[in-house]
């Protein structure tokens, strides 16, 4: 395989030790009918004695399934049904992608039904099922510690799936038992012997994922907001799994203002209200306990990432010919991407990816501006530009997603947005902002210290290396800001070793770390780290 025709690095394998091979019989012996191995005729390779040379290679050396694919395409002997278990019918391509995918935490416990059902749903081969379990994994740090800032609280969760919470507790969003405020990071007890995989916060309330499919919610007992601000009455306070998802095996959940949506592991989305059949395709109640599926093109193509916005959803969905972007919900300020102002209620492909020549990779949804990292590094960002939060120099709406250039010679790998404010993270762990600075979110000083007004409501058009956390000497891998209307914002940025780090606004304890006397800010990561252990 060709590393100039792969797009990738050669391929390097490793622990393989090295052994003589036997040399041919005989001087005569014609070396393009050497074989390996075995009493097989000369020119045949027997994989089915010795499938352990090829399935290293395969599984021993990060091949993703486009190099399969290749390899297939290429090698003659690759397209022979493999003679070993577990399935006689396989060519040896597929049968090392199904070995991969067994062993992925949420494929392990699958049924075979279910198994041939989802490899049905992403296009018939076991390699597009890999690429589709990989997918998930990459973009929304699943059986990984995750940091996620929300409105006035905040959760942290360990590779070990524990689960810290702190902050603002009026509605029992910390899941402690109380609707007391902690400015320190506690593990909720309730959890204990449960691994959490996943959470979600919104206003008021949050959601878990645990790694057998369940989901506990506590705060607001409604899944999404009525409108014009009337809220839900009843509050929980301690984890309770959502019995309604039970026979569903959810693998995230996403938070809007007036919906919460969750991902099935098969790649299916279920929402929860909004009361509007012009909203999200179907007829529900501001607080209806009972999951509806998302109607439309995305009822038969598995989707990887979900991400909510104030009134939008965003898919990354994983299809045979690879990865698309579906939006529905509000479509003002341009956010869902179509080049119009106007509301989808049924998920719509975002063509314009198509037009850029980019493979999406990582999607995310602030409360009125979007944003996309591709396979080859690029940024896209559209919807509302206030304050400069899309990175392209001006204030100006793009209804159409539109690679930030400022970021042409940064290889991106995750991006963040927020209220009007956008992080992107580089390959080598670099952190760029850029958009409003109000609560020091931004992670610098852009004012005159003396100037507070001025230094609160400072914006940068484009974006901007956040030097305090250059300062810091660890590879940033995750950014998480706060995604609400209705709150100041915070910002965590993880690092590689599991140290994570806090600034923005902390007037309700949710940076974790101390404050000044009548400080309510911390306007760059140091000094001092959150006191919690991630790796």
């Known amino acids: 395989m060709d590393a100039t025709t792969s797009g990738s690095q050669s391929i390097q394998c490793h622990n393989v030790t090295d052994q003589p091979v036997p040399g041919p019989t005989s001087p005569s012996f014609d070396r393009q009918t050497r074989h390996c191995f075995g009493d097989a005729t000369p020119g045949d390779f027997p994989l089915s004695a010795n499938p352990s040379i090829v399935l290293h ?5 990060n091949l993703d399934p486009q190099d399969l694919a290749k390899l297939e395409a290429t090698c003659s002997f690759f397209r022979q049904p493999a003679h070993f278990a577990p399935d006689h019918q396989l060519c040896l391509s597929e049968l090392a992608a199904l070995d991969m995918c067994q062993k992925r935490a949420i494929f392990k416990p699958m049924s075979l039904e279910k198994r041939e059902d989802l490899k049905l749903r992403c296009g018939g081969s076991w390699k597009l099922v890999l690429r589709f379990l990989l997918a998930g994994e990459t973009c929304s740090r699943r059986e990984k510690s995750q940091a996620i800032a929300g409105p006035g609280h905040s959760i942290a969760v360990t590779s070990k799936g524990s689960v810290y919470t702190f902050g603002s507790n009026s509605s029992g969003q910390l899941g402690h038992g109380t609707t007391d405020e902690e400015s320190r990071p506690l593990i909720i007890r309730s959890l ?5 995989i996943h959470a979600a916060a919104g206003a008021g309330r949050t959601m878990l994922i645990s790694d057998s499919g369940q989901v506990y919610a506590f705060g607001k007992d409604s899944f999404g907001e009525a409108e014009y601000g009337v809220q839900g009455s009843k509050q929980v306070n301690t984890p309770r799994i959502v019995e309604s998802l039970k026979d569903i095996f959810v693998v995230q959940a996403a ?9 099935s592991r ?22 209806d306990l009972e999951p509806r599926p998302l109607l439309g093109p995305l009822e038969n193509i598995p989707v ?22 579906y939006s529905v919900g509000c479509g003002l300020g341009g956010k869902l991407g179509h080049g119009t102002k106007t509301d989808e209620k049924q998920p719509r492909l975002i063509e314009q990816f198509q037009t850029l020549n980019l493979q999406p990779m990582v999607v995310a949804a602030g409360a009125w501006h979007a944003a996309v990292v591709g396979t080859d590094g690029r ?12 990175g392209h120099g001006n204030e100006d709406c793009d209804s159409v997603p539109k690679v930030v250039e400022s970021l042409s010679n940064v290889k991106a790998v995750h991006v963040a947005t927020g209220d009007y404010t956008t992080f992107v993270v580089s390959n080598d762990g670099d952190v760029y902002s850029f958009g409003c600075g109000e609560s020091s979110s931004l992670g610098y000083n852009t004012a005159d210290a003396n100037d507070a007004q001025e230094n609160q409501h400072a914006k940068i058009l484009s974006p901007k290396l956040v030097t305090s956390l250059k300062q810091i000497n660890e590879r940033v891998v995750q950014v998480s800001l706060t995604n609400s209307i209705y709150w100041n914002a915070h910002t965590f940025a993880l690092t590689e070793s599991g140290k994570l780090y806090a600034f923005g606004a902390g007037d309700k304890g949710q940076l974790g770390v101390e404050l000044a006397v009548n400080q309510t800010e911390r306007p760059t990561p140091g000094p001092g780290r959150v006191e919690i252990d991630l790796s």
């Open 57 to 61: 290679v395969l599984t021993g050396c």
């Open 192 to 196: 204990a012997g449960i691994r959490i």
């Open 255 to 263: 938070i809007g203002n007036f919906f919460t949506a969750v991902l």
């Open 266 to 287: 098969e790649g299916r989305v279920y929402t929860f209200s909004w009361g509007k059949e012009n909203k999200l395709g179907h007829q529900t109640e501001p607080t």
């Open 304 to 325: 990887v990432q979900i991400v909510a916005g104030y009134c939008y959803l965003l898919a990354l969905a994983c299809q045979p010919s690879g990865m698309s972007v």
């Open 379 to 390: 940024v896209c960002t559209w919807g509302w530009g206030r304050y400069g939060c899309l």
